[in-house]
């Protein structure tokens, strides 16, 4: 059959399957659902619609975006909210990505397709949303009912907390996770994940205890979920969805017999672990490596979780401002002899006094003082340049 035979749905399917050699299996679960979700849209209100030759951005494209916006195109009629506000942003985004790719390849490969149909100010605004890392009563509370319960779960999520690393990511560690990186020194080695990179993660002995802990306990796991996976350190009976919401609905138990008040998140056990390297002195690079970022502006979202620690930070700042400023003793010059001093030597006691104010400046509080101190230093400024002016014959000046 001819591409111009074909219906919109078999062109993007088609379509679809060419990308489907070169990504993921969920990748192309997702560009299927947004490829029905456009193509359900199109044929409901353009009925008439049948060829790609026809589609144009009005009143198709348009019609297509105010859908997105006003009301949740993946539910029908019947099932949506009258007060249906719409798509979050970040899935609005999504679905014009994936649209305009399927578009743009269909135009490369010959069909007659306008080159605007998706602009650049059709994407929504990003979401800008602040981390939520657990309060630390909170963060103790849930870390010590874990320990408590000592189950293959709990130990999976006290893995998660200890290195940062993401649910999926959990789910996906091999059995030999742990790997040696020099002597006495260990790591955790985290597979390609969300980001396409691995990376090694620095672990301690309670997070090596941790991960003993789980292959004992794996060993006591049914034999069907051992079969299933047996390269993996967390046993699960099929695919890692079922897993995912076992260790969701898990923490969800363990927050509450823990006494969490705030709704937790096995992405917050994450963002706890940033907050904490942050708050013992990691660096932005290191932390970057620590949490797999591939960019820099990922991590500086988790600086956020500091901001209410930086007026505690400035107020210690300056209780510690003598000991971070202290003034160094410096050496006046003495005279080349006993009972004289010439020019160039008192030019030095100059130099050497000028440099003390400076230094003393930042340990005055008062802002009067600091001005006193200032005019003071000009002066002595003014004195240098009044010794320049002296006659040579003056150069040298009796005791």
Not at 238 to 244: A, F, I, M, N
Not at 324 to 352: C, E, F, N, V, W
Not at 353 to 370: G, M, S
Request: with cysteine.
């Amino acid at each position: 059959m001819k591409p111009s035979q074909l219906t919109l749905d078999e062109l993007f399917e088609a379509q679809i399957q060419i990308l489907a050699t070169t990504l993921r299996p969920n990748t192309v679960k997702q560009y299927r659902s947004c490829a029905r979700c456009f193509l359900t849209h199109l044929h409901a209100t353009f009925p008439r619609l049948h060829k790609l030759s026809q589609l144009r951005r009005d009143p198709h494209l348009l019609s297509w975006l105010r859908s997105l916006a006003q009301q949740h195109p993946l539910l029908p009629s019947y099932r949506r909210p009258r007060s249906a506000t719409g798509l979050r942003n970040i899935t609005r985004t999504h679905h014009l990505h994936t649209i305009r790719r399927l578009l743009h390849d269909l135009a490369n490969h010959g069909h007659p397709l306008p080159l605007d149909l998706i602009r650049r100010e059709d994407f929504p605004p990003h979401d800008h949303y602040l981390p939520r890392p657990l309060s630390r009563e909170e963060d103790e509370r849930l870390q010590q009912q874990l320990r408590h319960m000592d189950t293959l779960e709990a130990n999976a999520l006290r893995l998660i907390r200890a290195t940062g690393i993401r649910i999926g990511e959990c789910i996906a560690l091999p059995l030999d996770c742990l790997r040696p990186v020099r002597e006495n020194e260990t790591a955790l080695h985290v597979p390609l994940g969300k980001l396409h990179t691995e990376r090694l993660v620095p672990v301690d002995e309670e997070t090596q205890r941790i991960v003993a802990r789980i292959l004992e306990l794996r060993a006591l796991a049914p034999v069907a979920r051992l079969a299933k996976s047996q390269s993996f350190l967390l046993p699960r009976r099929g695919q890692r969805g079922p897993l995912y919401g076992i260790l969701y609905q898990a923490l969800i138990d363990v927050a509450q017999r823990a006494g969490c008040t705030s709704r937790i998140t096995p992405h917050r056990l994450r963002h706890s672990y940033a907050s904490e390297m942050l708050r013992l002195g990691v660096s932005l690079p290191a932390l970057m490596q620590l949490l797999g970022h591939k960019d820099i502006r990922m991590t500086l979202r988790y600086v956020e979780v500091t901001l209410l620690d930086l007026q505690r930070e400035f107020q210690r700042a300056r209780q510690n401002a003598a000991s971070l400023h202290s003034i160094p003793q410096l050496p006046l010059p003495s005279p080349t002899l006993p009972g004289r001093a010439d020019l160039a030597t008192i030019r030095k006691a100059i130099a050497a006094t000028h440099h003390l104010l400076q230094l003393f400046q930042p340990q005055l509080e008062d802002p009067t003082a600091r001005r006193k101190l200032r005019r003071l230093t000009q002066r002595l400024l003014n004195i240098g340049r009044e010794l320049d002016h002296l006659p040579k014959n003056e150069c040298t000046l009796a005791g």
